[in-house]
């Protein structure tokens, strides 16, 4: 595998778990990334790229598994930050919030900071990635309940 | 000979602002919120994002908010913004495999791995109207029931009959096939199933109701079953270039259906069962089914059929089923035509004169031998 652009990790694992964190933080509304972050000591950090809204086509499989086809697009705000200490924060995230986008990737870079990333994990990732498996969990309970017992009549014989 | 028409700014600019008054009504009726429209209105809100080719719900409720509820025209709107802004490419093709489910039904098995889940739905309803919900500010606020949820898979019906080789396997290509794209090049003819399907997903409802409701008719007959509706959240991943590593944006809304139809086989392939695809925005099963029915026929010529109806007419289908195009042609009508129509006028004018002319004529021979006897 070639070196990544960023941070010059080439490790899956670390990416894979960077992943999550990423995508715990596109799933959160924007007033729940808000309040995580003000309650961070804001670090200093540079724009690399202006938090910025565009699209994203999204593909879907003929059939369900068969050749890709192209369904429609999103709404996606992306953003990239340099913190002073030289760590690059990414955010990428469905809707148009430029602010979530921006503080998302601040969190992701300092979640690259080894002496931060334990409380990044337990104090922001750890209760918006509750709250999304507890809301999804209510769905799914609320859907099992819709789930068809079908039960067969006997029909008497004589 | 062009001739410039000016004027009527003043009554355009006080037209916009009577609309605006008439769209917000009565002020002493509070406004609508975009919160209010995603989340009571949400079919509308799904309907907007799928025609409109743009799944953004608080977009959608703003462009039904200033549509007046005139949905084509919220479209419209959704179309027109997504032009202002940059594209950053292609996701990974969505698995509707691991979709989180709200609802799963099967019309072909009662007993499928998984179960039939109704989730939200109108079916079964008895379509009265409920009193409560006017009589009401919050109508009858009912708590969902919930049941112990279990972690069970829900493999797509498609694939259970694909395991016995019942059914046509779907269309692999080689991944550097290009896919077809109607946002970056006009629709041209033949259009292969990639282009159908897109055109099809972002088609009008109604238009492909119509279409699909036409072949069980007896237009293109395809005799189609519902093996699977599903919808519920499926994840959005894209590939970041710079990260070297695909990201999850987020979770969309989608409804899929497998229609499953007759047989298809030949001397080399054993018979088997066919299959039509739905996949639409938020939760439009009619559309998803509609589309599956329509994707189905236009594939008559790969599945050796005869063309014999509309439905299968895959250039008819797909030049007609986008409503921002036909919107756009149809009413385009209302805009002055004074100078085409002027030229119109001196045509049949200049026709009548002619064919009174000729009138004249006649009846003067007609006149003449009776005068010579």
């Given amino acids: 595998m070639t070196e990544t652009t960023f941070n010059d990790r080439t490790g899956t694992a670390a990416d894979g778990d960077r992943k999550k964190i990423m995508a715990t933080l596109a799933a959160a509304t924007p007033e729940a990334v808000a309040e995580k972050f003000e309650s961070l000591a804001p670090p200093a950090f540079d724009l690399v790229r202006q938090p910025e809204t565009g699209l994203v086509m999204v593909r879907g499989r003929m059939g369900g598994t068969g050749s890709p086809f192209n369904l429609g697009e999103v709404t996606v705000t992306r953003c990239v930050v340099r913190l002073e200490t030289g760590e690059t924060g990414s955010a990428y995230a469905l809707g148009r919030s430029k602010k979530k986008a921006l503080q998302s990737a601040v969190i ?28 999804a969990e209510t ?5 099992a309940a819709t789930k068809v017992d079908f039960f067969t009549m006997v029909r008497g014989d004589n | 000979m062009y001739v410039a028409v000016k004027g009527g700014e003043k009554a355009i600019r006080n037209a916009h602002k009577l609309t605006a008054k008439r769209r917000r ?16 209105l949400s079919h ?18 703003l462009a039904i908010k200033q549509a007046r509820g005139d949905l084509i025209e919220a479209a419209f709107l959704m179309r027109a913004y997504r032009t202002t802004l940059p594209r950053f490419g ?16 099967s019309a072909t098995y009662k007993d499928l791995p998984g179960g039939q889940v109704l989730g939200p739905t109108f079916d079964y309803s008895h379509r009265l109207l409920d009193f409560a919900l006017a009589a009401e500010d919050d109508g009858v606020l009912r708590t969902a029931e919930t049941a112990e949820s279990v972690d069970e898979a829900m493999p797509r019906v498609t694939d259970l009959l694909g395991d016995e080789g019942l059914m046509e396997p779907d269309p692999v290509s080689d991944e550097d096939t290009p896919v077809g794209d109607l946002t970056r090049e006009p629709l041209s003819f033949p259009a292969d199933r990639d282009l159908r399907l897109q055109n099809l997903a972002r088609g009008d409802e109604g238009f492909l109701l119509a279409l699909a409701y036409s072949t069980q008719r007896g237009y293109g007959r395809t005799h189609p079953f519902a093996g699977e509706i599903r919808y519920g959240e499926v994840e959005v991943e894209f590939f970041a270039e710079e990260l070297g590593f695909a990201v999850t944006l987020g979770s969309i809304k989608v409804t899929e259906c497998q229609m499953v139809n007759q047989f298809a086989g030949s001397a080399r392939a054993a018979p088997t069962f066919t299959r039509g695809y739905g996949l639409v ?47 756009g042609f149809v009413e385009h009508l209302k805009l002055p035509h004074y100078v085409d129509f002027q030229a119109e006028l001196d045509l049949v004018r200049r026709m009548r004169a002619e064919w009174f002319g000729r009138r004249e004529q006649q009846e003067e021979g007609e006149a003449a031998p009776e005068a010579a006897q």
């Fill in chain 1, 108 to 135: 992701d870079a300092l979640w690259q900071r080894p002496e931060a990333r334990a409380r990044i994990e337990t104090d922001i990732i750890a209760p918006l990635a509750a709250a999304q498996k507890s809301a």
């Fill in chain 1, 139 to 143: 769905v799914r309970q609320e859907t």
């Fill in chain 2, 25 to 40: 009504g009565d002020t002493s009726v509070p406004a609508l919120t975009l919160e209010q429209i995603a989340q009571q």
């Fill in chain 2, 44 to 61: 509308s809100v799904a309907r907007v994002m799928g025609e409109g080719s743009l799944y953004d719900e608080t977009l959608a409720a």
């Fill in chain 2, 90 to 105: 292609y996701s990974t093709p969505v698995d509707t495999g691991a979709m989180r489910i709200e609802r799963r039904i």
């Fill in chain 2, 281 to 327: 925005f938020g939760q439009v099963e009619r559309k998803a089914m509609s589309m599956a029915m329509v994707d189905r026929s236009m594939r008559w010529q790969e599945l050796g059929e005869e063309q014999v109806a509309p439905a299968q007419d895959i250039e008819f289908v797909l030049s007609h089923s986008d409503n921002i195009q036909a919107t």
